[in-house]
Nanobody, 121 residues
């Protein structure tokens, strides 16, 4: 079974940085793409960034473009999200996901447990 486990969340001041990690295991070779989603309290789950299985292409939500960077380490089965210039509006639970190369949550069949990111205003 595919398992995804996020880490790296925490509390940070506005303007600061965090690096999220996602460790994948359990036959992850079958996953076509990886992505990050987030869900703020009382809001819908939102696409943040996605990356192809090869790591050659990536896409970002307009709200994070220029501030966040997604990357993947195939050898170590890890996904990363480098978050810079964090804003209070970035506060949310961040989820690692595996599935198709898509911005739709429904196209991702594997999900981590989530890691909380809180940005103080």
């Amino acid at each position: 079974q595919v398992q995804l486990v996020e880490s790296g969340g925490g509390l940070v001041q506005a303007g600061g940085s965090l690096r999220l990690s996602c460790a994948a295991s359990g036959g992850t070779f079958s996953i076509n793409a990886m992505g990050w989603f987030r869900q703020a309290s009382g809001k819908e789950r939102e696409f943040v960034a996605g990356i192809s299985w090869s790591g050659g292409t990536s896409t970002y939500a307009d709200s994070v473009k220029g501030r966040f960077t997604i990357s993947r380490s195939n050898a170590r089965n890890q996904l990363y999200l480098q978050m810079n210039s964090l804003k209070h509006e970035d506060t949310a639970v961040y989820y690692c996901a595996g599935g198709a190369y898509s911005t739709r949550a429904s196209d991702f069949g594997f999900w981590g447990q989530g890691t909380q990111v809180a940005v103080s205003s």
